[in-house]
């Protein structure tokens, strides 16, 4: 081979490794800008996040506490009155507001946890008031249908109770979560 064609050989070869170069270089830039926008986005929305979470926490706290009455069969009081089942059908919802403000603000998964609790505390304010008729009427069978329903509403008011506290933990998660692992 001649010193010429060495030299322009020579020249390609130079020239592909620094467009190479360049071409990893850039790469590598755009994904630093990439991740580093990410990160800033994440940053961005975890403070609005987070007081949506807490606001939907505090009123979850208080539908708790209007429907922790109902978690035990022995303290479901013999006669429900009116101003039990409107306090907790206000509760009820307040807590269906939060949930739209969750789900929109997301995750995913922290939405749907927000959209069970919000559609089992309707379920449960059902609950109490069929058992409120229930428990008013008299006649045969009133005790037997009385029974199921105590202990469908017991079992209603647990779940809520326990979605409640899975919703905090996917709350807590999402708000840690930085964007590191996908």
Known sequence: MDAGVAAVLGALAGSV???GAAIATGWAQREGARISARAEHRRERRGPRQEIYKEFISVASVFRAESG???YREIIPDVIDRARV???NEAAKTMKDCALSVALAGPRRV???AIKIERMSRDLVTLVLILKQV???SGEGRQRLERSYRKRTVVAAR???KTIEGFVL???AALDDD???S
Request: no cysteine; glycine share 4%.
């Open 111 to 113: 939405s749907q946890e």
């Open 135 to 137: 428990m008013e009427h």
């Open 17 to 19: 490794a620094t467009i």
């Open 170 to 172: 996917r709350a807590q």
């Open 69 to 71: 009455r109902f978690t």
């Open 86 to 88: 409107d306090s907790l």
């Open 179 to 181: 964007g590191s692992v």
């Open 159 to 161: 779940k809520v109770d």
